[in-house]
């Protein structure tokens, strides 16, 4: 068993309920802010390509995870003054990082998904 004040942001055993991090978590963990990061890791995309590759989510909602995604340094907004507007994202040198250390989870969790939702257990 893993000593728990090994963890990074353990306090004397303790998570503390007021740390920083749980913001950070909320905002990169949530089922939205995962899946546009991994799909901007592929590259940057206009407003329509994400919504057409994170397959589900309202333009409420990605609105608003891109805009929490880029508020943290995540995720760069170009708008063009054109008409009508074309903006882009990309992932920024902070947002790549994340996504390295995502891949490797997304990996796990596809690869052990249909087990998992059909309630086997290894």
Do not use: N
Request: hydrophobic fraction near 40%; proline fraction near 6%; aromatic fraction near 4%.
């Amino acid at each position: 068993m893993t000593d728990v004040s090994a963890v990074p942001g353990v306090t004397d055993g303790v998570l503390p309920a007021q740390c920083p991090s749980r913001t950070v978590l909320d905002h990169v963990t949530s089922k939205w802010g995962v899946l546009e990061l991994l799909a901007l890791s592929a590259g940057e995309h206009r407003w329509s390509e994400l919504r057409r590759v994170v397959q589900g989510v309202s333009e409420k909602m990605l609105a608003q995870t891109l805009r929490t995604l880029a508020e943290d340094g995540f995720v760069e907004r170009e708008a063009e003054p054109v008409i009508p507007p074309r903006v882009t994202y990309r992932l920024t040198a902070r947002g790549r990082e994340l996504a390295d250390h995502l891949l490797p989870l997304m990996a796990w969790v596809s690869a052990h998904a249909d087990e998992i939702v059909e309630g086997g257990k290894r």
